[in-house]
């Protein structure tokens, strides 16, 4: 089944305490991006990648790191993550190519707290 | 800062009535525009994206886009219970990136 995988679903952490939320997708595709969803600020772009190798800001990429070493897997690194980083985060994936390229296929989400 | 702007509703009609969602964007320069439907508690799911001036048709779905002032909207005929949910849009400012920008979505409800 062609899909988008996150893990984990569910965290608790402390503020302070390094996480990594691993994100991989099955459908070859090149390009892959993170987003976070915050009641009243929607979904906000945090980091993409074109391809293996290549990332860029979104809107809000402070406080995170992303790196891009596998077409397939994109994780999402809090070095030392805040209350303020308490959100849902997204995953996503699209082929990056002509029209179809335009489709972004998303994850089921990771629901973060810190405490 | 580039925006993009959607009521927050919720927008409510009634079964079969046609459903208007609409959204405006900050920059002139913006490429390709994008609906979103996202049920409560699940991920967003891409319903149909536009990047040219006029209409563009799929199913009961048709999204609208003028550039020159700025907005992009979306129909939703014969409207089911089942299309209740968040509504968002998306605009990708730049050609040659994938960087999006996403309003804060409009809840559609549609009564029985």
């Known amino acids: 089944e062609a899909q988008v995988t996150q893990n984990p679903r569910y965290l608790i952490t402390v503020t302070g305490k390094k996480l990594t939320v691993t994100c991989s997708q099955n459908m070859n595709h090149e390009y892959m991006s993170w987003y976070r969803q915050d009641p009243g600020l929607g979904l906000r772009q945090i980091y993409y990648s074109m391809n293996v190798e290549v990332t860029d800001k979104g809107d809000v990429p402070e406080g995170y790191k992303v790196s891009r070493k596998e077409k397939r897997n994109f994780p999402l690194i809090l070095e030392s993550p805040s209350p303020n980083q308490t959100s849902l985060y997204f995953c996503?994936?699209?082929?990056?190519?002509?029209?179809?390229?335009?489709?972004?296929?998303f994850g089921p989400g990771t629901r973060l707290l810190v405490l | 800062q580039k925006e993009v702007e959607q009521n927050s509703g919720p927008l409510s009609v009634p079964e079969g009535a046609i459903a208007s969602l609409n959204c405006t964007y900050s920059?002139?320069?913006?490429?390709?525009f994008f609906w979103y439907r996202q049920y409560s508690g699940k991920s967003p799911e891409l319903i149909m994206f536009i990047y040219s001036n006029g209409d563009k048709e799929d199913g009961r779905f048709t999204a609208q886009l003028n550039k020159a002032s700025q907005y992009v909207s979306l129909l939703i005929r014969d409207s089911q219970p089942s299309d209740s949910a968040t509504y968002l849009c998306?605009?990708?400012?730049?050609?040659?990136?994938?960087?999006?920008?996403f309003g804060t979505g409009t809840r559609l409800k549609v009564l029985a």
């Open positions: 998306a605009v990708r400012f730049t050609s040659g990136t994938y960087k999006y920008i």
């Open positions: 920059d002139r320069g913006s490429q390709s």
């Open positions: 996503a994936s699209s082929p990056g190519q002509g029209a179809a390229g335009e489709t972004q296929y």
